[in-house]
Nanobody, 131 residues
């Protein structure tokens, strides 16, 4: 059974950092695009970064939303079946529930940040940035 479990959320002050983890089980991570999404109260879910599958022509290619470029970094450890989201210089507007999601994509070179393309989702972890 394919499962994704996020962890690492919490309450931090503006300017601080957090690292989220997404632990995968029940599938081979190498074949999947992984996306991080977030949803704040009253707002639509938005893609943050994504990482293309490791076996695609451009393995582990990352794509970032403009709002997080230069501050967030997505990485993956396929051996540990874990994807990370390092978030630096956090801002109050980064406050949201963060979800990781997986899409089977062994051949596509580029991942997308369109939520409907991802079939498997974690339960989410809350990130709150406040002074």
């Amino acid at each position: 059974q394919l499962q994704l479990v996020e962890s690492g959320g919490g309450l931090v002050q503006p300017g601080e950092s957090l690292r989220l983890s997404c632990a995968a089980s029940g599938f081979t991570l190498d074949y999947y695009d992984i996306g991080w999404f977030r949803q704040a109260p009253g707002k639509e879910r938005e893609g943050v970064p994504c990482s293309s599958s490791s076996i695609s022509s451009i393995g582990n290619n990352a794509n970032y939303a403009d709002s997080v470029k230069g501050r967030f970094t997505i990485s993956r450890d396929n051996a540990k079946k874990t994807v990370y989201l390092q978030m630096n210089s956090l801002k109050p507007e980064d406050t949201a529930v963060y979800y990781c999601a997986a899409a089977f994509s062994p051949t596509q070179a580029f991942c997308t940040m369109t939520s409907w393309t991802y079939r498997y989702w974690g339960q989410g972890t809350q990130v709150t940035v406040s002074s």
